[in-house]
């Protein structure tokens, strides 16, 4: 039996896209160096050698991107603004208004076809001019994301009144700073902390900075967290549970929305030697009454859940895992759409937010065009309608959850993946880069017109 589920009638429907991920013109228009033009050339870090020098070239393609997001039918559009487009040298000696004129076309452009921006400023793509001066771990970069925020939003915010500070900072933090596979490639506890930090307290200040400039504006940040399961009934098991979920997801939600870091994860490092007391002393009086500055939204990535085993006893000496991975997007990602409904409900019931939007959710799956050049994608059209029914269950259940930003407009670059995972709507064709549409996109764009999905 079929059934349709029907969204609000104020639902937000749209895509999200990055900017290294699609821009390409990496030197154009007085550009500076960002720290992914650079992580690219290591040999090694990147898949295939792939970079973002070219990506889907939407700096000089963006008016056929629009049109194609006309035709999708959405209502909003969320895109990153590349720092060192605006400040090639990172500090404001150098506003470089190519950057901004660049933004604010399409910006203009997204409003004369109703698509509403949502800007998110800072993506990953820091300025290499900032890293050499100490990039995140210090805490000079503070002071200057608060004035990029200010200089963006004081040429934008008479027009774009949606703002994103930063794209999950648990990323930058961990793949950053911690296991290095993604730019700068560092390892360091410490550096880790301290960037998490600051990026938290620079998100505090960006706050503000953008509130001066559009008093009207909504103002969030994205993160990207991941409920988490113990395997197995154990004790051990289930204490890891909680430290992973401490450190991915508490470690971000606590400081935002409770003014307070977690006192089990600070412990936890103290306890593991990662770092000592002293090392903590990032963290100054007056911190987190910045960070936790109220928002409007919190912007929320959902991909996959994490299956905890404990590492603390060996394997054979825990208990058997009861829980297991489920089926796996192309990336290696578990599929489990509850876990999303689980997560938004202890949102609700956890943490006092205004309203979520889900900034990202997708899928990679890599199938090309069949001989008749149709993309079949059916396997993504299945993971958005459980996800989407997921978020359906969950506004019935009363979480303000405002609107859905599908992962992602068109393929692009995958970081570390390189152009090996696809994530996009739209398929782009590698030579060309003609846009190709996949069947996933003609049935969101059903989705969207209908403002429901049929089960
Ligand atoms: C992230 C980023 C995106 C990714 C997407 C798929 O969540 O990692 O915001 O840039 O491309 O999530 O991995």
Request: proline share 4%.
């Amino acid at each position: 039996m079929t059934k349709n589920l029907d969204f609000p009638k104020k639902f937000v429907w749209a895509v999200a896209t990055s900017s290294y991920q699609i821009e390409g013109a990496s030197d154009a228009d007085g550009k500076g160096l960002s720290i992914w033009d650079t992580f690219t050339q290591i040999p090694g870090k990147i898949k295939n050698g792939d970079t973002g020098n070219i990506a889907c070239d939407h700096y000089s393609r963006w008016r056929e991107d629009i049109k194609l997001m006309k035709d999708l039918g959405v209502d909003a559009y969320r895109f990153s603004i590349a720092w060192s487009r605006i400040l090639p040298k990172g500090n404001c000696g150098l506003i470089n208004t190519k950057g901004l004129d660049f933004y604010e076309s399409l910006v203009d452009a997204l409003l004369e076809e109703n698509i509403t921006p949502f800007i998110t400023l800072y993506h990953w793509d820091l300025p290499q001019a900032l890293y050499e001066l100490g990039g995140w771990p210090e805490r000079m970069i503070v002071d200057a994301f608060a004035k990029y925020a200010d200089i963006v939003s004081s040429r934008l915010g008479d027009r774009v009144k949606n703002w994103i500070t930063h794209n999950e900072p648990w990323v930058v933090s961990t793949h950053g700073y911690l296991n290095g596979s993604h730019a700068p490639g560092h390892s360091n506890w410490k550096e880790a902390l301290a960037t998490a930090h600051h990026l938290m307290l620079s998100h505090g200040l960006a706050v503000k900075a953008i509130r001066s400039n559009a008093p009207d504006a909504k103002v969030g940040i994205t993160l990207n967290l991941c409920p988490a399961v113990p395997a197995s009934n154990s004790h051990e098991d289930h204490q890891a549970t909680r430290i992973f979920d401490g450190e991915f997801n508490r470690w971000y939600l606590d400081p935002l929305f409770k003014g307070r870091y977690p006192a089990d994860i600070i412990n936890n490092h103290l306890k593991k030697t990662r770092v000592s007391e002293n090392d903590l002393d990032f963290i100054k009086d007056g911190d987190l009454a910045v960070i936790s500055e109220p928002i409007d939204f919190l912007g929320l990535n959902y991909y996959s859940r994490a299956i905890i085993r404990s590492d603390e006893i060996p394997d054979n000496q825990n208990a058997k895992p009861v829980v297991l991975c489920g089926e796996k997007t192309d990336i290696g990602w578990e599929i489990h759409a509850d876990s999303l409904y689980q997560l938004l409900m202890r949102l609700k019931n956890e943490y006092p937010i205004k309203s979520i939007y889900i900034t990202e959710n997708g899928a990679a799956y890599n199938i090309g065009p069949d001989k008749n050049g149709n993309i079949s994608d059916t396997k993504r059209i299945h993971y958005l309608k459980e996800h989407l029914s997921a978020v359906h269950r969950a506004i019935s259940d009363g979480v303000s959850l405002d609107g859905y930003f599908a992962w992602t407009l068109m393929d692009n670059f995958e970081w570390a993946e390189g152009y090996t995972q696809k994530f996009g709507l739209v398929w782009m064709e590698p030579e060309t880069l003609n846009r190709i549409k996949k069947d996933s996109f003609l049935w969101y764009q059903k989705t969207i017109h209908d403002n429901s999905i049929l089960l």
